[in-house]
């Protein structure tokens, strides 16, 4: 009797200790595509300091799109009127001979 209680017992611990294991590396996975998505929009995105927040992509797209087709390939990441109208006034613009260079108020560039 006393053995089959200790092999359920040891059963038993080994279960929940596989069971931590697993939720350890789940959390680790969690937190690593975390890190990675963060690290993605850091390269693909700039805080310009705007009194709002909006983070802006660092670069323009190649193509000019229709409306219509801008609302399929970006949906929500189109800027709003009042976004476009806060990086008008609060950045420097200055043309170039590839167009123009956005300087935000954190004196950081846009392309």
Request: net charge negative.
């Amino acid at each position: 009797m006393w053995c089959s209680t200790c092999k359920e017992f040891e059963r038993r611990h080994e279960l929940e200790r596989q069971k931590r294991e697993r939720e350890e590396l789940a959390k680790q996975r969690a937190q690593q595509e975390k890190h990675e998505a963060e690290e993605l929009l850091k390269q693909q995105y700039v805080d310009l300091g705007l009194p709002s927040g909006t983070l802006w992509k660092k670069w323009n797209e190649d193509n000019l799109y229709e409306y219509q087709d801008a609302i399929k390939q970006f949906g929500n990441q189109i800027p709003t009127k009042k976004q476009w109208e806060e990086l008008m006034n609060s950045c420097q613009w200055t043309l170039t001979n590839n167009g123009y260079r956005v300087v935000g108020p954190m004196e950081i560039l846009l392309i």
